[in-house]
């Protein structure tokens, strides 16, 4: 295995985690509320009256802060090594353990360990455990 060193960029990482971290503690502190994604996304697909406004402004938020930091930064083109097929049925793969866990990764990683609770550990450490297994399956199983 080798380090793409190019894409190796602790400084960035960690300014993003320090912000993403402040931001959902201010989240909590301030209006009570958890930031953890899938539960924000699906509270607008079953909207309530008084609810849907702030969660609007929060995915808006999020679909719109890469083109924001294009303004201020060059912003690397992405590139998926993956087809179409995998894709599609990754993300719903994951949208079904996002349901079954209750939350998302945003929502027990980042949040739920902040409260210590143990529900968000031990669904945080399955999804780093199944993410672990995937990547050695297919990095050193199957055959390429």
Do not use: K, Q
């Amino acid at each position: 295995m080798t380090i793409d060193w190019n894409a190796f960029t602790p400084g960035t990482a960690l300014a993003g985690g320090v912000l993403i971290g402040i931001a959902a503690a201010m989240f909590v502190l301030l209006n009570g509320r958890i930031a953890g994604i899938s539960g924000v996304l699906g509270g607008l697909l079953v909207p309530r009256r008084g609810d849907v406004a702030w969660r609007a402004a929060f995915v808006a938020g999020l679909l719109s802060a890469p083109w924001v930091y294009g303004l201020v930064a060059a912003v690397r083109e992405p590139h998926v090594a993956a087809e179409y097929g995998a894709l599609v049925s990754a993300g719903l793969l994951v949208g079904v353990g996002t349901r079954y866990a209750a939350g998302c990764t945003s929502g027990h990683g980042v949040c739920g360990l902040s409260r210590l609770s143990l529900r968000s550990l031990v669904a945080t450490l399955a999804f780093m455990g199944a993410g672990f297994a995937t990547v050695f399956v297919l990095r050193h199983v199957l055959p390429v």
